[in-house]
């Protein structure tokens, strides 16, 4: 990918459990950012964190952000069959603007 | 607000016609972005603009691409002529200064 990569690729996970994904960046950042994509749809954004940040929630997110060593987590808490989809975490490059994506985690949950 | 519009939805075409895609951003972003994705390569970011002037367009494939911004509510992107390689979902998103991305759903190219 242009900026980074994801990892696994896909997780299934039974209805209910956690699902963590993780990413890494190439360069020093502004920002990083989650998003999720269902099939056939555009990406929408989840979550946001700055690079002087280190951990943040929303809702049953919680994604973490390590700058030393270029990576981020997203973990889903109680998982539900309607979090199937794949994610994708973005960064945006110190001085930019310019928004690269990850090569995603495609998601399963199993109700 | 309606979102990030794109249209067509669906485009299918014969290898060497001309193709042209539309997107009309969020009113008052002050960016918009066009992403192309495949299987094989993800999501790639094309070229995107600020105040309708380009930025940065080093991830436009080859010279068949181009992508104009008129106005603030409208942007295209032509290819011609078109490949079979070219085959891919193009996204517009629109956004503010380090503000998150706000998509559209995408228009779908398959050349035959």
């Known amino acids: 990918s242009q900026q980074g990569e994801e990892d696994p690729q896909a997780l299934s996970i039974q209805e209910g459990e956690n699902a963590t994904m993780n990413c890494s960046y190439k360069?020093?950042?502004?920002?990083l950012q989650w998003y999720r994509q269902n099939s056939g749809r555009g990406l929408v954004h989840l979550i946001l964190?700055?690079?002087?940040?280190r951990e943040k929630h929303s809702g049953r997110l919680r994604v973490t952000l390590d700058t030393s060593k270029k990576s981020s987590s997203l973990l889903i808490t109680a998982s539900r069959a309607a979090d199937t989809a794949s994610y994708f975490c973005?960064?945006?490059?110190?001085?930019?603007?310019?928004?690269?994506f990850g090569t995603g985690t495609r998601l399963t949950v199993i109700p | 607000d309606a979102g990030v519009i794109q249209s067509p939805r669906h485009e299918v075409t014969e290898m060497g016609q001309e193709v042209t895609l539309r997107c009309k951003p969020i009113?008052?972003?002050?960016?918009l972005f066009w992403y192309r994705q495949t299987m094989m390569r993800g999501l790639e970011l094309l070229i995107y603009?600020?105040?309708?002037?380009?930025?940065?367009d080093s991830g436009m494939p080859e010279d068949r691409f181009s992508a104009k911004m008129p106005n603030a509510s409208f942007s295209t992107l032509k290819i011609q002529p078109s490949e079979p390689r070219d085959s891919a979902v193009y996204f517009c998103?629109?956004?503010?200064?380090?503000?998150?991305?706000?998509f559209g759903n995408g228009t779908r190219l398959t050349v035959t």
């Open positions: 998103a629109s956004s503010d200064l380090n503000s998150p991305l706000h």
């Open positions: 009113s008052g972003h002050d960016y």
């Open positions: 603009f600020n105040n309708n002037v380009p930025i940065d």
């Open positions: 973005a960064s945006i490059q110190t001085g930019a603007n310019n928004l690269f």
């Open positions: 964190i700055r690079s002087n940040e």
């Open positions: 360069t020093s950042i502004n920002n």
